[in-house]
């Protein structure tokens, strides 16, 4: 077994919550609502994800996937409606709170921090997750190193989770596109969260590396971490979500199992023919 199996889910110093039970929802999205410049983003929307599930998001581009995201963790705030997690509303928290609250996540572009190993990269992602903004991590962060060792252990834990072992003392410069994909996750990985929003992770990757993803996503699932998956790539999402909650145009198409959205004709036209 690997890491990610044997990691805590939550800090030791935590009470352990209830035992899940997989129709127990972790996140419930209530009438959410996020307005652009009078354009709905995100229109009256609901839906809930059950502890331990992978649940995906799907849609054409535009369609508010990643703004759902930004509302879900506090990057955003709604126009209207709630997010509840974990028993509490927390729909106009921000971010850092939610992070310390068990939400982490993983962004459609890159943020890697090319001046660092790829360890020290999951290393920051603790603090950034935990203290909510990036510059107070930076600074702070030759000290955490000389201080924290076991940190660096528990990094490295992760790295060899996501199949990363190798990379641990690499330059992030110098590391494959796909690796770094891989990195983002144990970075995020590395705040302990409860529940892991993935913002497309196999973008721009090979038939391969997706499968590499695909590995992760299941091992992080088992580990306990509930995972929200944004994703174009059709075969992943089929094969390894639990539920699949689709949108267009901000507004939700159709939601079920993979083979009950797969087959659901609302869906197949706004991809025009693209699920088979
Ligand atoms: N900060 C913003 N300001 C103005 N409009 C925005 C903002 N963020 C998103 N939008 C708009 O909201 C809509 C949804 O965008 P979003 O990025 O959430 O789509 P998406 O489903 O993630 O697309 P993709 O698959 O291309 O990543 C788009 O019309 C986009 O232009
Ligand atoms: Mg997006």
Redesign the pocket.
């Known amino acids: 077994m690997t890491m990610l199996a044997n990691a805590p889910i939550q800090p030791e110093d935590e009470p352990m919550s209830p035992v899940a039970h997989p129709s127990q929802a972790l996140l419930r999205v209530e009438n959410l609502s996020?307005e652009?410049?009078g354009?709905l983003?995100?229109e009256n929307l609901s839906f809930t994800v059950a502890k331990g599930d992978i649940h995906s998001i799907i849609?054409?581009?535009?369609?508010?996937?990643?703004?759902?995201?930004?509302l879900i963790t506090g990057v955003?705030k709604p126009s209207g409606g709630t997010v509840l997690f974990d028993g509490a509303t927390v729909s106009g928290l921000p971010p850092y709170k939610l992070a310390a609250r068990g939400m982490s996540r993983t962004f459609?572009n890159l943020q890697i921090f090319f001046n660092m190993t790829a360890v020290e990269n999951v290393m920051v992602g603790r603090h950034l997750h935990l203290n909510g903004t990036l510059l107070p991590a930076l600074f702070r962060f030759p000290s955490l190193v000389r201080k924290d060792r076991e940190a660096k252990e528990r990094a490295a834990e992760l790295m060899a989770s996501v199949g990363l072992a190798k990379y641990v003392d690499a330059h992030a410069s110098s590391m494959p596109y796909g690796a770094l994909k891989r990195l983002e996750i144990a970075r995020a990985l590395a705040s302990e969260p409860k529940l892991l929003l993935l913002?497309?992770p196999a973008a721009g990757l090979n038939a391969t590396e997706s499968r590499e993803i695909d590995e992760v996503i299941k091992k992080v699932a088992a580990s306990g971490i509930t995972v929200i998956l944004?994703e174009?790539d059709m075969k992943m999402v089929m094969g390894i979500s639990d539920r699949i909650t689709a949108?267009n145009y901000?507004r939700k198409l159709a939601e079920g199992t993979p083979a009950e959205v797969a087959a659901n004709p609302d869906v197949v036209a706004a991809y025009l023919g693209t699920m088979d």
């Open positions: 996020r652009f410049g354009v983003a995100i849609g054409p581009n535009g369609a508010g996937k990643t703004t759902l995201f930004n955003y459609q913002d497309e944004v174009h949108l901000g």
